[in-house]
């Protein structure tokens, strides 16, 4: 039911809005162009105001937000810079299918297409990187765009929507209708259609099954385990879903993407039947379109997606399914064929799995990070929330770490640097009963190291992993792959991480061997707030699976 009460000014009403969804917290760098917002939530201690020291590190804390919660994140920025700097956050949020509501305060209604202070006409310019784009006129109107954010922002393909508020809207006085809370939209599927998997599964030879991505959920990851486990069939996580199904899951195959292993991705080549599930096989999953191209000859590709669109989008689906992820993998959990004999390649694909990721020292690297991980393992409980960036040095962790139940992943499908610790921070504060690491580049991590502040002022506890090689690794591993020892705008100067951790009141330790590594996290892991870990690294060893050295002679050779 709708229920009236009485003149509010607009801020007042979108607060109601907010707490009426079940919005608990939003992050913010605040404006003077949202003023009444500000205002209303004074009075609303229902929703937490997270202030945080960049827009950048907003977007991307509500994007971890809404990742963790399957609730759409909230965030606020002002308009012209604010806006554009949180442009970063909503386009990882579009590419990774994470649910975020992004505010703008606007300019006056009265001065729009003046080109007036900090002016952008913001419905064009996010318009191509969320699914709805749109400025609210009347604070009337208020309880319906919001109602309509959240829909939009959680059904089909979850995703951003962007929302730009005048300033002189907000301050209105307005007598208005709210509007109900917003119900999931959860669409089961096709029985014919389940049917019809488990005839081409009884088909098969060499099923496989990745999953994780849009819509997914605790709840498919249990079912779909449970079903995959029930046959036997090998499951692989799609790039940075690596939490889809628990790592523990007997017919886990470890993740595709950057670094797979070749065993998985020969299995992938082999397989006569792929089920996709929640994933859209984009291009990092498949190595470039080339690891399932999207015709797949030769294969048979069940695909399952929330969104209607996506289906034959890009790939041509044998059988295409749509359906929420959480009804789609509770329908297979229960559905038991009698006729259909278990696989043998899943518990064997889990085995490879298992060699593949347990780490073995290299001679001669005096910081070795695949110990490191191990080291961790070992000391860190499976609830661990691992949170990075991007960057060569994530991959000691996609490949050694083993991730247990959602959420315990926040890594952006979209690649970009920054993300790790404001998505750590954001994770620290929605679960202070739990470990909190973030992983982070030398550039990484300065792109939004600033967000140590707003972990200090909201009594985070999270770990900071830094991994300093003096360089952007990743872009001169390609560089030495394409332009052999001609060094170009790869090379960094940095701080002294650890005395920077200091300044914002946490506890670091600088680390430059294995050994030392291990008594630095021990220390680390008996203390609570910042604890930041410099691991000073040699540039020489850019990846987990390479060297420059070796670099350089596959290129002259």
Request: contains cysteine; aromatic residues 8%; hydrophobic residues 40%.
């Amino acid at each position: 039911m709708t229920a009236r009460t009485g003149a509010r000014t607009g801020g007042r009403i979108l607060v109601d809005q907010l707490r009426i969804n079940g919005c608990d917290r939003i992050f913010t760098v605040p404006g003077e162009s949202f003023l009444a917002v500000l205002d209303a939530l004074h009075d609303t201690p229902e929703i937490e105001t997270i202030v945080c020291r960049q827009e950048g590190g907003v977007a991307y804390m509500a994007d971890a937000d809404g990742k963790m919660t399957g609730r759409p994140g909230v965030a606020f920025v002002t308009r012209g810079p604010g806006a554009t700097n949180a442009s970063a956050g909503v386009h990882v949020a579009l590419q990774d299918s994470t649910p975020i509501i992004l505010f703008i305060g606007d300019v006056a209604r009265g001065d729009r297409d003046r080109e007036g202070f900090q002016e952008i006409d913001f419905p064009a310019f996010f318009g191509p990187i969320a699914k709805w784009a749109a400025r609210i006129e009347d604070a009337r109107r208020i309880p319906e765009y919001v109602a309509r954010a959240y829909r939009v922002a959680t059904a089909g393909r979850p995703g951003p929507v962007v929302l730009a508020l005048p300033e002189d809207m907000l301050r209105d006085e307005v007598d208005t209708l709210d509007r109900p809370a917003v119900p999931p939209v959860a669409e089961a599927p096709d029985p014919g259609a389940v049917q019809a998997l488990f005839e081409l599964l009884k088909e098969a030879t060499n099923p496989i099954a990745i999953v994780g991505g849009a819509d997914w959920s605790p709840r498919a990851s249990h079912h779909f385990g449970n079903f995959a486990f029930r046959y036997g069939i090998p499951v692989a996580a799609a790039f940075r879903r690596q939490d889809a199904i628990c790592n523990s899951c007997g017919v886990y195959a470890g993740q595709l993407g950057y670094g797979p292993n070749p065993k998985l991705q020969q299995r992938i080549r082999d397989a006569d039947l792929i089920i996709a599930v929640g994933a859209r096989l984009g291009e990092s999953t498949t190595d470039g379109y080339t690891l399932i191209t999207p015709d797949h000859p030769g294969q048979t590709l069940v695909h399952v997606h929330p969104d209607p669109n996506e289906l034959g989008h890009v790939y041509h689906a044998d059988l295409p399914i749509c359906s929420d992820m959480g009804e789609f993998a509770e329908m297979v959990d229960e559905w038991i064929d009698p006729d259909l004999v278990r696989f043998s390649a899943g518990e064997e694909a889990h085995r490879e799995w298992l060699e593949w990721s347990e780490p073995a020292a290299r001679d001669g690297v005096k910081l070795d990070l695949g110990p490191c991980v191990a080291a961790m393992r070992e000391r860190l409980p499976d609830n661990s929330i691992i949170c990075n960036g991007a960057g060569n040095f994530s991959g000691w962790w996609h490949r050694y770490w083993r991730y247990g139940k959602m959420p315990t992943q926040l890594a952006p499908t979209s690649g970009t640097m920054g993300y790790g610790l404001p998505a750590a921070v954001a994770a620290a504060i929605r679960f202070r009963d739990r470990p909190v690491v973030c992983v982070a580049g030398d550039g990484d991590f300065l792109m939004n190291g600033q967000e140590l502040a707003t972990a200090a002022q909201y009594d985070a506890d999270l770990l900071v992993i830094l991994v300093d090689n003096g360089a952007y690794g990743t872009i001169r591993m390609h560089q030495e792959r394409e332009y052999p020892e001609r060094l170009s705008a790869t090379e960094l100067r940095n701080p002294n991480f650890a005395v920077l951790a200091q300044a914002f009141g946490g506890w670091a330790a600088t680390v430059e061997t294995t050994d030392a590594f291990t008594r630095a996290l021990d220390e680390a892991l008996g203390r609570k707030g910042i604890r930041l870990l410099h691991c000073k690294t040699d540039v020489e060893v850019i990846s987990n699976q390479t060297t420059i050295t070796k670099l350089r002679e596959k290129a002259k050779a």
